[in-house]
């Protein structure tokens, strides 16, 4: 997936010695400016849009070289949550700022995700509940976040504590969020009641988040920070933990903790939906 913005005229052929990292801060600074340009143009029509993603974990933290640089995270293209019921008036602002839908995925008619391309890069529209590897619900939960441009750091947790495949890039973020933003019981930082709820009710979705802590906890010892951050992201996973375990758990999370990874516990989804 390529990174920049529409219109962008620079290419590694006509980039001078030593510009080439300055131009590709450029391109993605163009890309968290254009989101934040679209979701605005949303919000005038009264239409929620909020960012998932690495554009999102980008806006996550007020020093946005750290997640560029320390984590060393490029940015993909642009992830988009929206309500189902909003499907046109999304397409409309998206092609009012000259993107192209694409019209095979519209004619095969899944409605529940839009993709839009510019020159040199794309966007991803999901709407309603984003399913991945685990079913994350977000339609209503879009506006009640203190990040105008982001869903709340809770959910953002979740979109790659929820990747059965997790890759170290997933890592970065993970360590990222849980060094930026506190547990809180409310929206403000990551809301540990609302993911300890969330889990007892599905053992699939508990399996995968606690399997993805312990591998978040192993990948620590060499993450790019320092001692004292590192300490602070082990007590914040331990807190998360403790609050999930001590959630009590459905009838259905139990009848389906007993057949464990017998039966697959999880969707298969393409790296493009990652």
Known sequence: MNSGTAG???SPDNVKPGEDQTLEQN???NLVTRAQELIAAADNRDV????????????????????AETFD???GDIDLVGRKEDTEVVREVLEDHSYQIDKDLLLAGWGDRYVFYADDHEIDVFF??????HELPLSGRLTIGENPYTVTPADLLLE???????TEKDLKDLTLILLECP??????????????NLLAIDWGFYHTVSTNLDKLEAYLDSAPIDN???ETVRDRIADLRRTIEEEPKTLRWQLRSMIGERLAWYNEVEEKHR
């Open 8 to 10: 962008s005229t620079g």
């Open 27 to 29: 391109d993605e600074t």
């Open 48 to 67: 929620p849009l909020r960012l998932v993603g690495s554009v999102a974990f980008r806006l996550l933290t007020d020093n946005q070289q750290r997640h």
């Open 73 to 75: 995270r490029e940015l």
């Open 128 to 133: 309603g509940d984003l399913s991945m590897c």
């Open 160 to 166: 790659k504590a929820q990747i059965v495949e997790i």
């Open 183 to 196: 547990l809180t019981d409310d929206e403000t930082g990551v809301n540990r009641e609302h993911i300890a």
């Open 228 to 230: 004292s951050e590192r």
